[in-house]
C-alpha cells in the first residue's frame, strides 16, 4: 500500500491483527463477481465535500470497470442521491442532491449503457436501495455472489457497504489502490478493519481484473 499511497507515520499503524482473520473463499468453485464503483460524483471528487485524494484513484479505478465490462462481470454504481428529508444532511450539510450537477458520476467514470446507477439515502449501498434484487439478477438469475468494491470512502460508505454485504453472505474484495478516504489514517485502519471484521480480501486492482 505504501507504493501507492505514499510514506508517512500512518503506514506503520497497525490497529487490528493483520493475521487475525482470512477470507473464506466459499465461492471459489462458482466464482461471480460483481464491481461496485461507490460515489465517485462530482460532489465528493471535485465538489462541496471533496476528497482530494480519490484523483489519483481515477484511472485504475476507470480500469478496473472496463476490465469488468469486457469479462462479463456487472458493473453497479451506488450513488448518493439525496433529498432535503435525509437524515446524512444534519452530519454533511446538502451535497449529492438528486438531479444535481453533484449528484452525478465524475465524467471519467462515466456509466455505460449496461451499468446500473443504484441511488442511496445514506452510508450503505444495501440500505432501502434495490442494490440486493439487481445483484440476485445477475449471471441470468444466478446471482452475484462476490462483490468487488471501489469508491469513496474507504472508512464510511465503502464500510458500511461491506458490513451489509457480510451480513448477507457475499465475499468481498477491496480494490486497495482504487479506494480512498480523507486522510492516510483513515484510509489505513479502514482498509484494516474491513479485514478484521468483514473478512474482505484487499488487493490491488491490477490483480483483481486477472480474477475475471
Known sequence: MGRVHGQGSAEN??????????????YNKDRRYAVLVVDMLNDFVYGKIKCDRAVPMIPRTGDLADK???SGVPVL?????????????????????R???GARVITELRPRKKDLQIPKTTYS???????????????????????????LHTDCCVRHTTADAFFRGYETIIAEDAVNSFTELQYRTGLQYLKFWYLADILPANKIVKLF
Do not use: C, Q
Open 77 to 97: 454504481y451506488p450513488n448518493d442521491s439525496h433529498t432535503r428529508k435525509d437524515f446524512e444532511i444534519y452530519r454533511w450539510g446538502k451535497h449529492a442532491m
Open 125 to 151: 449501498s444495501f440500505f432501502n436501495t434495490r442494490l440486493e434484487r439487481e445483484l440476485k439478477r445477475a449471471y441470468d438469475g444466478k446471482g452475484a455472489n462476490t462483490l468487488v468494491l471501489s469508491g
Open 13 to 26: 499503524v497497525a490497529v487490528y491483527d493483520p493475521a487475525g482473520s482470512v477470507a473464506p473463499h466459499v
Open 99 to 101: 438531479g444535481s450537477k
Open 68 to 70: 469488468a465490462r469486457s
